[in-house]
């Protein structure tokens, strides 16, 4: 059984910085591409970063509000990823989700991606 489960979320006030975890198990994860998401409430799920199977460091930024704010890393001996976000802005509050695409290559679209986390609350006040 595939489990991905995201820490780290929170309530936030503008300016301050984040870093959410994402800690999976039951899937070869050195073959899957990780990414990050987000849904705003009343919005589409948005993709904001990516990592391919063959790397450590963020391979790909999406949203153009925050891939200047992003940073994604993956630990293979770990079997997790982190999502670090600076400079919090009120429009970053959402429910933010990890997800593994199958292949092992990274892509904005959420129907790639074959497992999801439950996803972490993020909350950014003025």
């Known amino acids: 059984e595939v489990q991905m489960e995201e820490s780290g979320g929170g309530l936030f006030q503008a300016g301050e910085s984040l870093r959410l975890s994402c800690s999976v198990a039951g899937l070869r994860f050195r073959e899957y591409a990780m990414g990050w998401f987000r849904q705003a409430p009343g919005k589409e799920r948005e993709a904001i970063s990516c990592i391919d199977y063959r790397s450590s460091r963020t391979t790909a930024a999406y949203a153009a509000s925050v891939k200047d704010r992003v940073a994604t890393s993956r630990d293979s001996a770990q079997w997790t990823v982190s999502l670090q976000m600076r400079s919090l802005r009120p429009e970053d509050t959402g429910i933010y989700y990890c997800?593994?695409?199958?292949?092992?290559?990274?892509?904005?679209?959420?129907?790639?991606?074959?497992?999801w986390g439950q996803g972490t609350q993020v909350t950014v006040s003025a």
């Open positions: 997800a593994a695409a199958r292949g092992g290559y990274c892509s904005e679209s959420p129907d790639s991606y074959e497992y």
